[in-house]
């Protein structure tokens, strides 16, 4: 685990670096600059360039290695274990990962594990001195060649075990092993029985023994001794009659044999054809698309004529049919199929990540949300503790996190879920639906694109570009439009609850295009026209608008989904009133969906005076769902908007009464409140905290350190206060308004006029229409 010796940068150098890595992210430039971030001790600065190494060469081990690394250098053991078991998803020969993760299981005590894999190592590269100084100093004895064992006599081959599953579908439960050699038969040599280094070969994961165990033929055989007094010697009729049994046996042998043969073969021909449909089971299952879904059950129902107890194909079966009910609208049918493979997997009695991920989402798509967040993510701790962390057990969990409103959580199973599976679109669709609903849009953005990247014209990351880049000040509609065509033309075609989504976004193109229209000169609405198919007339738009919305809910009467889209919509349009009824749609048919009371509160508190039914809706939904942080949050934010800081600040504390729960945003409310009230080391507490767990969101990060500065300021320390405002500045330059807090600080001093018209003159040109217009205008000298 050592490494060459580096020699210390330069600021100069460093600043290089820096904005080597800044010009190009995606670049190898990350590897560099993290390693100088390591060496300097800047551990923080190091885990989040290498994590931006881990997103832009998710199939490289190299950046998952350098960030265990980091985390070795703090003595978080586990975490640099668990990074080096994910390089070793993607590059399972590459002898540094090898020689890691044997070190760190040793140290961890692993000692049989750790040292197996510092074997590896060396088998990759036997010439490697640093791998050879680690198996002396482990004391682990290198494998010298055996020499071959003389074969006496051929012995037929056992058949095999019918293959049950890969071993990335089925955790598999140890059996005894059962002998299959026959009493008075030639043992197969030994070599045949172990591995090169002697050890014997464990089970293949997720078999099964056969049925029928072969049978076994006992020969005894009778010598006639000459030298044996003739009183002692059989009678000649006896002898007779065991050689006439001699002979039966010998001729019976053969038959055996033969017999056996074709029952091997058999064997054989059954586990190929298993595991072949396992396979397309399995790859069919990674596109993630209503087709795909399709393809997977039909592939594990012929899994299934072949062994019908094959837990592998019952979990497929399961896990599919449980998303062909809950997100593509496949109806009762589609769940019926999905709790039928679940009681019948449950005889197996073995262990198989689809079966629980189909046992979570069945009971969330049930209404139990609560119930099955609470026992996935028992399952999913006690794996991880057993070092069988689950990338598909991650992902359900994240996605079952975000419908319940903790999106922090969600966010940290999802990233978790990626560094397992780097390659899984599914992953990368949730994750730009997290940080969407967190408000952090280019990271959404560039997770959507990374499932498309490796699933082109995924249907859930195209509908959830289009939705994303529809919720933006000034969205592009051509690409919108682009994007929809995409999914309402594309052959093979989306489910029709992913056309029906789409047909409701369209809906909402139309009206944000028509909404729009108005503002622009003829020459550039005829243009805007031509992009998106939106006629220029504002009553034939809207005919289309309500055409587009007809034709969803016809393909899918059964989504709330479109509820919330057509809420959204009137929202768009100033329909305040319309928007809280269609989204109350949304919540009658689906009350466990955290973000429907989010969207919920937002379009009361958008109307005057709303903030109370704002208040009441929440409270109503907290009551029927149990905690759930964003919607304390908004309850939190509801009794602000009404002045009701104390209860506002009882929602707040309420959101991060969890020690271990990061709740950032309820902690930069509630050191606004105390920066309004002078409690200013109450108000500090809370934003250093908030900046801290806002990390990997770095416009959040320039919030809570501007916040920050204006608590020093309003302290009278101006020294900290011109500390924080560059912080912020540092972490997120596009953030509005910290240009006016710190040119307002810097007024008061004549020295720094320059300065400030500057800054002032920054936020003229950010926020033209910004709260701070009037006075940041007077001190840009406008």
């Known amino acids: 685990m050592s490494t060459s010796p580096s020699k210390t940068l330069s600021p100069t150098e460093l600043a290089k670096l820096e904005h080597s890595f800044a010009s190009d992210p995606s670049s190898d430039a990350y590897k560099p600059l993290a390693e100088a971030y390591l060496d300097l001790g800047r551990f923080m600065e190091a885990m989040v360039v290498c994590k931006k190494g881990v997103k832009a ?36 020969e590459d002898k540094a990962a090898l020689r890691m993760a044997g070190v760190l299981q040793i140290k961890g005590g692993e000692s049989e594990t750790g040292r197996a894999n510092l074997l590896k190592a060396y088998q990759a590269d036997p010439g490697d001195p640093e791998t050879v100084t680690l198996l002396q100093q482990y004391k682990v004895e290198i494998p010298r060649p055996v020499a071959p064992t003389p074969v006496l006599a051929p012995v037929a081959t056992p058949p095999p075990a019918a293959v049950e599953a890969p071993a990335a579908a089925t955790l598999p439960v140890a059996s005894p092993p059962v002998s299959s050699t026959p009493v008075g038969r030639v043992s197969a040599p030994a070599q045949a029985r172990t591995g090169p280094s002697g050890a014997s070969r464990p089970a293949e994961a997720g078999t099964r023994p056969p049925s029928q165990r072969r049978p076994q033929i006992v020969v005894e055989e009778v010598e006639d001794d000459e030298d044996e007094p003739s009183s002692r010697r059989k009678p000649a009729a006896g002898g007779n009659r065991s050689k006439m049994l001699s002979l039966v046996l010998l001729l019976l042998i053969p038959l055996f044999a033969g017999g056996y043969g074709w029952y091997s073969a058999q064997a054989k021909k059954r586990g190929r054809e298993l595991k072949k449909n396992l396979d397309v089971a399995t790859e069919q299952l990674k596109h993630d698309s209503f087709v795909s879904y399709k393809k997977a059950c039909e592939a594990a129902d012929l899994a299934l004529e072949v062994d019908p107890d094959s837990t592998a194909a019952h979990g497929y079966l399961a896990y599919a049919y449980a998303i062909r009910w809950g997100e593509h ?12 493979h679940l009681a019948a997997a449950q005889k197996t009695q073995e262990l198989s990540s689809h079966l629980i991920a189909a046992q979570a989402l069945v009971k969330t798509y049930s209404g139990k949300g609560k119930e099955a967040l609470t026992e996935l993510d028992a399952q999913v701790k006690d794996l991880n503790d057993k070092n069988k962390a689950s990338s598909l057990l991650y992902l359900t969990l994240g996605l079952i996190q975000m ?4 999106l922090e959580r969600s966010r940290d199973s999802l990233e978790r879920a990626q560094t397992l599976a780097p390659d899984d679109p599914r992953v990368y669709a949730g994750l730009g639906a997290v940080y969407r609903r967190l408000g952090q849009d280019n990271t959404a953005w560039k997770n959507y694109d990374f499932a498309l990247r490796y699933e082109k014209d995924h249907p859930e990351s195209l509908l959830g570009r289009s939705l994303l880049m529809l919720e933006q000040d000034e969205p592009n509609y051509g690409l919108v439009n682009q994007m929809i065509k995409k999914l309402l033309e594309v052959d093979p075609p989306p489910s029709p609850r992913q056309l029906a989504a789409a047909q409701l976004a369209r809906s909402l193109l139309i009206a944000r295009v028509s909404l729009a229209m108005p503002t ?30 007809e034709t969803g809910f016809a393909l899918d009467k059964q ?9 959204r919509r009137l929202l768009a349009e100033g329909n305040f009133d319309a928007a809280a009824e269609e989204i109350r749609k949304a919540i009658k048919v689906d009350a466990s969906r955290a973000q429907f009371h989010v969207e919920l509160a937002k379009a009361l508190m958008g109307k005057p005076g709303g903030e109370k039914e704002a208040s009441e809706a929440l409270t109503t939904a907290l009551k029927t769902m149990g905690d759930s942080p964003k919607l304390v949050v ?15 600040l009882a929602q ?6 969890d020690p271990k729960a990061k709740n950032p945003e309820a902690r930069l409310a ?7 009230r002078s409690e200013w080391d109450k108000a500090k507490e809370q934003l250093e905290k908030a900046s801290q767990e806002f990390f990997g969101q770095p416009d959040r990060v320039a919030m809570a350190l501007t916040e920050l500065g204006r608590v020093y300021q309003g302290q009278g320390n101006a020294a900290k206060a011109d500390e924080s405002f560059q912080r912020a500045l540092t972490s997120d330059e596009g953030y509005s308004p910290v240009y006016y807090f710190y040119a307002a600080l810097l007024a008061k001093d004549p020295k720094q006029t320059a300065k400030v018209r500057t800054l002032a003159q920054e936020y003229v040109k950010r926020e033209p229409k910004g709260e701070y217009l009037t006075d940041a205008q007077r001190l840009a000298g406008n």
């Open 57 to 92: 060469h998710p199939t490289a081990a190299d950046p998952r290695l350098l960030l265990a690394r980091v985390y070795a250098a703090q003595n978080k053991d586990k975490k640099a274990l668990e990074e080096v078991q994910g390089a070793l998803q993607v590059q399972p």
């Open 329 to 340: 609208g496949g109806g009762d049918d589609a769940r019926r199929q999905a709790e039928e």
């Open 403 to 406: 419908n319940a409103g903790d």
């Open 520 to 549: 622009l000169k003829p020459d550039v609405q005829q243009k805007l026209a031509e992009a998106t198919g939106v006629p220029v007339d504002a009553a034939k738009a809207k005919a289309e608008v309500l055409k587009a919305e």
């Open 559 to 567: 989504n709330p989904e479109l509820n919330l889209i057509k809420g």
């Open 634 to 648: 908004m309850l939190g934010n509801a009794y602000r908007r009404q002045n009701k800081l104390d209860d506002a």
């Open 652 to 657: 707040y504390q309420r959101a991060v009464k």
């Open 670 to 676: 509630m050191g606004g409140i105390y920066r309004e």
